[in-house]
């Protein structure tokens, strides 16, 4: 997720690991989820579900840019920042390209380990 660099995307910053557990180091984003919005205030305004529909359209697309397909959207996966901007969260579900996995297994292997593995 490192690869998805998106003002509409959630950012992920870090992941480290020990033995027994892993630490994922998110953006902060404060405005809770779409899906408690709809809930509390009800049926949103129509230029307030276009704009958040066109942050949802830019952030998909760009992850589909980038291979990356979340594959679990919905309104729980949709934060809300401070300023009132949709923020795509939750890429638990999400698939990658062969191409992006390929580049990705090229990386934590170099060439050279590919060489040696053969001999």
Known sequence: MKLIQHPNVVRLYEVMGS????FIVLEFVTGGELFDKIVN????????????FQQLINAV????????????????????DAYGNLKV????????SKQVRVIMIS????????AITKL
């Open 19 to 22: 033995k027994t557990k892993i």
């Open 41 to 52: 205030n009800g049926r949103m305004r129509e230029d307030e579900a276009r704009r958040y």
């Open 61 to 80: 697309d760009y992850c589909h840019s980038r291979g990356v397909y979340h594959r679990d959207l919905k309104p729980e996966n949709l934060l809300l």
């Open 89 to 96: 969260s939750d890429f638990g579900l999400s698939a990658l």
């Open 107 to 114: 990386s934590f292997f170099p060439s050279t380990w590919w």
